[in-house]
């Protein structure tokens, strides 16, 4: 198992940039691929980034494509969101997610992931 605790959110104006960090333990770091999904009250979570167990592959979702990078640090067993030129549609709880897989390099998913974060709000408003 895995233990995630995200931290980095925040409030910030519309245009501001933030770098949330999901610090993990329990586990062995590179047997696992992460992701970043984010939840608003009264909707489904919804799926923002992931990255394969190498860091090689990446994906996001096309509300954040250019303008949000995940990327994973296997010396600090931690993985980051950096999100630039945030709106307020950006606002919402971000949760760090992580699953040992299988047979596929990254997953898109909520039901694909075993192991969540107690999520940290991003608040984007002028």
């Known amino acids: 198992q895995v233990l995630l605790v995200e931290s980095g959110g925040g409030s910030v104006q519309p245009g501001d940039s933030l770098t949330l960090t999901c610090a993990a333990s329990g586990g062995t770091f590179t047997s696992y691929i992460y992701a970043w999904f984010r939840q608003t009250p009264g909707k489904e979570r919804e799926f923002v980034a992931a990255?394969?167990?190498?860091?090689?592959?990446?994906d996001y979702a096309n509300s954040v494509t250019g303008r949000s990078t995940i990327s994973r640090d296997s010396g600090k067993n931690m993985v980051f969101l950096r999100m630039d030129r945030l709106q307020a549609a950006d606002t919402a709880i971000y949760y760090c997610a992580a699953d040992q897989g299988g047979g596929y390099t990254f997953s898109s998913l909520v039901g694909d992931y075993d192991y969540w974060g107690q999520g940290t709000q991003v608040t984007v408003s002028s």
């Open positions: 990255i394969s167990k190498s860091g090689r592959n990446t």
